[in-house]
């Protein structure tokens, strides 16, 4: 979906808007120009000039902080981009994992984002706006053989509320009970961090968790963790907006402006992600 433009004057009246609510110091785009009307988007939004997105840290290279204190990441990168261009400055505020979604429908923040993936589960609570294609990847200890097609009767860690936590692990330890095979054990963890701290403890034996998390991790501490087998089942990332606002078709907009111009290629790059770039953001793409 692609908004039309709008005559001279109005564009103009238009930017001149937004040059107001975003300051002399926000981002903008190349030409200096938000190219979504601030009127396509939800009144909070035009009034306040910001777009409170709600995140949950350290997911890196997705969202985390520098040594210095600033808040970094891919996600973040995008998503101060996606602000500029639709006029407006993103205010990111964090949360708890299981606090992001339950925040965007009780309109806490605008937006959610914290490598999140589109799924129809998810799609019940709110819209997701894809922007990024991402697997699950199992992280080991170095020089260990764990393979995710063969773990029953270990103990792998994954974040709570996590697709890892609630999906994956269960079901490779359904399959393993009901071949006869001992349980795969899914050990729950508070962060990613968390899980991999007690992987090299030698208190469990692999940590799921989102591919960009697990190669990030492993190229950080290619000493201690290596990566176990190839990512799978992929799926779309999305950032979550409360169900039928007007913010999902501006964003979905935004994000396409971004794929197209290779804005997001070039964040991608930056953080190493560059095998995970789709052609097309779509609202609640996730068809299984």
């Not at 938000?34 to 306040?48: K, M």
């Not at 890892?164 to 359904?174: G, I, T, V, Y």
């Amino acid at each position: 979906m692609t908004l039309g433009r709008r005559g001279a004057a109005l564009a103009c009246t238009l930017f001149l808007s937004a040059a107001m609510l975003a300051g002399c110091s926000s981002p903008q785009p190349a030409d200096d120009a938000p190219t979504a009307p601030l009127s396509s988007l939800p009144q909070h939004l035009r009034d306040s000039g910001k777009l409170t997105v709600g995140t949950n840290i350290p997911f890196a290279p997705m969202e985390f902080r520098e040594a210095n204190g600033v808040l970094s990441g891919f996600d973040v990168d995008v998503l101060n981009a996606a602000a500029a261009d639709l006029g407006l400055t993103a205010d990111f505020r964090e949360l708890g994992f299981p606090e992001l979604l339950p925040g965007v429908v009780a309109g806490e923040v605008d937006v959610a984002a914290r490598g999140l993936f589109d799924t129809p589960a998810r799609q019940s609570q709110v819209d997701l706006v894809t922007y990024y294609s991402a697997g699950t990847q199992w992280a080991r200890k170095a020089g260990t053989d764990v393979d995710p097609n063969d773990a029953c009767g270990l103990k792998v860690g994954a974040e709570t509320d996590t697709v890892q936590f609630l999906a994956e692990l269960p079901a490779k330890s359904d399959a393993c009970t009901d071949t006869g095979k001992e349980a795969l054990e899914v050990v729950r963890f508070a962060s990613l961090d968390a899980a991999l701290e007690a992987l090299r403890a030698g208190d469990i034996s692999a940590v799921s968790a989102d591919s960009p998390a697990i190669l990030w991790e492993v190229k950080k501490s290619p000493d201690s963790l290596e990566a176990a087998d190839a990512p799978f089942d992929t799926q779309p990332y999305a950032f979550a907006v409360a169900k039928g606002s007007a913010l999902g078709p501006a964003l979905q907009q935004s994000i396409q402006r971004l794929i197209d111009s290779g804005e997001i290629k070039k964040i991608a790059e930056k953080w190493g992600l560059g095998d995970g770039l789709i052609p097309t953001s779509l609202i609640n793409g996730a068809v299984n």
